[in-house]
């Protein structure tokens, strides 16, 4: 006759090897902002994977807070810098792309009418050594334009806008939606450059600057990804419902600051394999100007899932 104990151990035992998941929800960790406009139809929705899981969309503020999340095993998958995913690679955390959405949403900011051409003196860049940093530089070099054009630093990107919306700063490199909220409290300001059609002039290759990730070998990361594939055709299908949808979901963006800059988040879906070569070429340029960008190394193979 078996003991109470002994029942009780195998029960223990059969649970353990149970998918743990199996009546859990499947969480995508998206940021606040540009970001997780690509995911707005699918906040508050019934969506259910293949196994029966339901999927719930969760915010977060900030990178490290959704890097934290990641690694602490509070969302299944999370949407991060593609930089800042290599960085993850980079320190052994178990990280792979899934998809890569959204390239590019950085732009110089200037007199209006004014190209990169015909701009002088200082530009003021955010995060030296970070990735829009590096891109700017990449570029202006890329240019020839670092004898007339300087690069400053010393405010944070909430700062840099309301500096250039009072007129107190020519110029400088921003991301939307801050680009919209400039442009429209001042009229005097237009943009001189975008940086993603400088980048692909001078790269041949785009801007994959945000990216879906997984971990290795997640069996419905391609499910999620046709699900972040059928929700940026929808958002792109109808800005003004778009807008709307944004707005009511407190993502800090309004109604307005949405509509007018979903034609400048270049929203795009390519799998890792596809978006792979563009991955490349863009670590491989941060890596030379600053290889902590990256995390020290390119990534391996397997953080493409091959």
């Known amino acids: 006759m078996m003991h109470?104990?002994?029942?009780?151990?195998?029960?223990?035992?059969?649970?353990?090897?149970?998918?743990?998941?199996?009546?859990?929800?499947?969480?995508?960790?998206?940021?606040?902002g540009p970001t997780a406009v690509a995911f707005a139809p699918l906040f508050d929705s019934s969506i259910e994977l293949a196994d029966g899981r339901p999927v719930e969309i969760a915010a977060y503020p900030d990178p490290p807070s959704l890097i934290a999340a990641y690694i602490g095993g509070e969302v299944d998958s999370a949407t991060l810098p593609s930089n800042a995913a290599a960085q993850l690679s980079g320190r052994g955390v178990e990280v792979e792309v899934a998809?890569?959405?959204?390239?590019g949403v950085l732009y110089l900011v200037g007199p209006a009418g004014t190209g990169l051409g015909e701009l002088r003196g200082p530009v003021h860049s955010i995060g030296r050594g970070a990735s829009p940093?590096?891109?700017?530089?990449?570029?202006?070099?890329?240019?020839g334009a670092t004898e007339r054009i300087r690069v400053e630093y010393g405010y944070a990107q909430v700062e840099l806008a309301q500096l250039l919306i009072a007129g107190r700063v020519d110029a400088g490199v921003l991301p939307e939606p801050f680009v919209t909220r400039v442009l429209r409290e001042n009229h005097d300001l237009g943009i001189v450059a975008d940086l993603q059609e400088r980048f692909q002039a001078h790269a041949d290759s785009g801007v994959p600057q945000t990216v879906l990730v997984v971990r290795p070998g997640d069996p419905v990361a391609s499910e999620i990804t046709d699900l972040l594939r059928d929700s940026v055709a929808d958002v792109l299908a109808d800005p003004d419902r778009t807008a709307e949808l944004v707005a009511g979901l407190g993502l800090g963006l309004d109604e307005a600051t949405a509509r007018s800059s979903l034609p400048r988040l270049n929203l795009r879906?390519?799998?890792?394999?596809?978006?792979?070569?563009?991955?490349?070429?863009?670590?491989?340029?941060?890596?030379?100007?600053?290889?902590?960008s990256v995390g020290g190394q390119l990534p391996p193979v397997g953080f493409y899932g091959e």
């Open 4 to 32: 109470k104990g002994s029942r009780l151990i195998l029960l223990l035992l059969a649970a353990s090897i149970m998918p743990v998941f199996a009546d859990s929800a499947y969480r995508v960790g998206v940021l606040r």
């Open 99 to 103: 998809a890569t959405f959204v390239w």
């Open 133 to 143: 940093d590096i891109l700017l530089r990449y570029i202006l070099d890329s240019e």
């Open 269 to 292: 879906v390519e799998t890792a394999h596809e978006s792979r070569p563009a991955l490349e070429r863009y670590f491989g340029i941060l890596y030379e100007f600053e290889p902590a």
